[in-house]
């Protein structure tokens, strides 16, 4: 089944850069969809335990049979080599079709990396300055309102800077994260849940709501990302979608990941058990693409996208953005004070960089300093190790179980990597 889905990823590929009007040096720059990312290693000659690796696939298995989740993917990877890799349980409550590398599965803020570095290869050829005001893309943002405590605004003091966005420190919110709080209802009330407008009409909506502080001052987490799609369409003169695909996952030959998936694909569908409604139909798009959260994948594409990082931006000789590119992204942009001042749940040990979380300390988090790397709300997750050479892809559809898969996730691989 999975060379069936290489093939058609194949067409799927000729077909976009035919749609793109792309030539023979496109094309030549694109990295074959045909031909699996997995490339499997021996876990032993990779450094893992493999007695110790079992203690992961005994988990997910156990965890599927007591019907705590429907179905999982787990990869974990070292060199460039896959060392594990399996399918657990099924796509959905009800279904039958097991899990599979090919399954598709909505990664929500696993995005925001995509986007993000769709971004910088923008800053990259002078189109996109990271310094500059968001007010110089999006003009609205020039006159932007700081929420007070007794449910008054005063004008901000300080812009909001592109890097703010990028890194969550921009005074933007998600209302989600503290429903009942007065300004999320604010946000909630002047339509922060709103998907009938276009990445850019959202962007000027969002410009009309208070930030809950000063740009630069405090990191929370936030629509951050999804103000800077709007950003990098006026900087990219194009759609967010075609410049995601143009940059990014068309030239990685990433067939599957998409801001709307087609109903042919409905059977590789990954669904959910729980989560407060957040499981939206694949393939029934709504105008918004939401640069935040808006996309779906599968583990095998995703993991095109996470071996191009973990090769400082090439991938089998093509190359998405410049390692000192790379390097910028992976410069923590937030301090003590940054990170007390907001609601900073990447942890302790941690920073954040533009588009991702850091490993600032490894003596307080299992994966090595440097460590680069996001999750969704459904659980999705992977991570960048350079200082071990290790990366990881994980996938479920669960949001009240992702926290939890994370320390699991974390136990597992370093537990099993003894050499």
Same mark, same amino acid.
């Given at each position: 089944?999975?060379d069936?889905?290489?093939?058609?990823? +194949?067409?799927?590929?000729?077909?976009?850069?035919l749609?793109?009007?792309?030539?023979?040096?496109?094309?030549?720059?694109?990295?074959?969809?045909?031909? $699996?990312? &997995?490339?499997?290693?021996?876990?032993?000659?990779?450094?893992?335990?493999?007695?110790?690796?079992?203690?992961?696939?005994?988990?997910?298995?156990?965890?599927?049979?007591?019907?705590?989740?429907? +179905?999982?993917?787990?990869l &974990?990877?070292?060199?460039?080599?896959?060392?594990?890799?399996?399918?657990?349980?099924?796509q959905?409550?009800?279904?039958t079709?097991?899990?599979?590398? @090919?399954?598709?599965?909505?990664?929500? $803020?696993?995005?925001?990396?995509?986007?993000?570095?769709?971004?910088?290869?923008?800053?990259? @050829?002078g189109?996109?300055?990271?310094?500059?005001?968001?007010?110089?893309?999006?003009p609205?943002?020039?006159?932007?309102?700081?929420?007070?405590?007794?449910?008054?605004?005063?004008?901000?003091?300080?812009?909001?800077?592109?890097?703010?966005?990028?890194?969550?420190?921009?005074?933007?919110?998600?209302?989600?994260?503290?429903?009942?709080?007065?300004?999320?209802?604010?946000?909630?009330?002047g +339509?922060?849940?709103?998907?009938?407008?276009?990445?850019?009409?959202?962007?000027?909506?969002?410009?009309?709501?208070?930030?809950?502080?000063?740009?630069?001052?405090?990191?929370?987490?936030?629509?951050?990302?999804?103000?800077?799609?709007?950003?990098?369409?006026?900087a990219?003169?194009?759609?967010?979608?075609?410049?995601?695909?143009?940059?990014?996952?068309?030239?990685?030959?990433?067939?599957?990941?998409?801001?709307?998936?087609?109903?042919?694909?409905?059977?590789?569908?990954?669904?959910?058990?729980?989560?407060? +409604? &957040?499981?939206?139909?694949?393939?029934?798009?709504?105008?918004?693409?939401?640069?935040?959260?808006?996309?779906?994948s599968?583990?095998?594409?995703?993991?095109?996208?996470?071996?191009?990082?973990?090769?400082n931006?090439?991938?089998?000789g093509?190359?998405?953005?410049?390692?000192?590119?790379?390097?910028?992204?992976?410069?923590? @942009?937030?301090?003590?004070?940054?990170?007390?001042?907001?609601?900073?749940?990447?942890?302790?040990g941690?920073?954040?960089?533009?588009?991702?979380?850091?490993?600032?300390?490894?003596?307080?988090?299992?994966?090595?300093?440097?460590?680069?790397?996001?999750?969704?709300?459904?659980?999705? @997750?992977?991570?960048?190790?350079?200082?071990?050479?290790?990366?990881?892809?994980?996938?479920?559809?669960?949001r009240?179980?992702?926290?939890?898969?994370?320390?699991?996730?974390?136990?597992? &691989?370093?537990?099993?990597?003894?050499?």
């Amino acid at each position: 089944m999975a060379d069936v889905h290489r093939i058609s990823r +194949g067409l799927a590929a000729a077909a976009i850069m035919l749609a793109l009007g792309a030539g023979p040096a496109l094309a030549a720059k694109t990295v074959d969809p045909k031909a $699996s990312s &997995i490339v499997k290693g021996d876990a032993v000659a990779l450094g893992f335990d493999p007695a110790k690796l079992d203690v992961a696939r005994q988990g997910l298995k156990a965890d599927v049979a007591a019907g705590k989740i429907p +179905g999982a993917y787990l990869l &974990i990877g070292r060199h460039g080599k896959v060392a594990f890799e399996e399918g657990f349980g099924v796509q959905g409550p009800g279904q039958t079709a097991p899990v599979t590398n @090919e399954t598709i599965f909505r990664v929500f $803020s696993m995005t925001k990396p995509i986007v993000s570095v769709t971004a910088m290869t923008l800053v990259q @050829e002078g189109k996109l300055d990271l310094d500059a005001p968001v007010s110089k893309y999006l003009p609205e943002y020039a006159n932007l309102k700081i929420w007070q405590a007794d449910g008054t605004t005063v004008p901000a003091t300080r812009p909001m800077l592109v890097r703010n966005l990028m890194s969550h420190t921009s005074g933007l919110i998600y209302g989600f994260i503290t429903p009942q709080a007065p300004i999320a209802k604010a946000w909630a009330a002047g +339509g922060e849940n709103r998907n009938d407008l276009t990445a850019r009409e959202y962007a000027k909506l969002v410009a009309g709501l208070p930030l809950r502080n000063e740009p630069g001052t405090a990191w929370n987490y936030s629509h951050s990302t999804d103000v800077l799609g709007a950003v990098v369409e006026v900087a990219g003169g194009k759609t967010l979608d075609v410049l995601v695909r143009e940059r990014v996952t068309g030239p990685l030959g990433m067939t599957d990941t998409a801001f709307w998936q087609p109903e042919s694909k409905r059977a590789r569908f990954a669904e959910g058990k729980g989560g407060g +409604g &957040i499981f939206y139909d694949y393939a029934k798009p709504t105008p918004y693409l939401s640069g935040g959260g808006g996309m779906s994948s599968t583990t095998e594409d995703y993991l095109r996208f996470v071996l191009m990082l973990a090769g400082n931006g090439e991938y089998k000789g093509v190359r998405i953005i410049k390692a000192e590119t790379l390097a910028r992204m992976r410069q923590d @942009e937030t301090t003590p004070e940054i990170r007390k001042a907001g609601m900073f749940f990447s942890g302790p040990g941690m920073g954040f960089g533009l588009g991702f979380s850091l490993v600032n300390d490894d003596t307080v988090q299992r994966p090595g300093k440097g460590t680069f790397s996001w999750w969704g709300i459904a659980g999705t @997750e992977f991570w960048v190790d350079p200082k071990n050479d290790v990366f990881m892809v994980f996938m479920i559809q669960n949001r009240e179980l992702a926290m939890e898969y994370q320390r699991k996730n974390r136990a597992w &691989i370093y537990d099993a990597l003894v050499k």
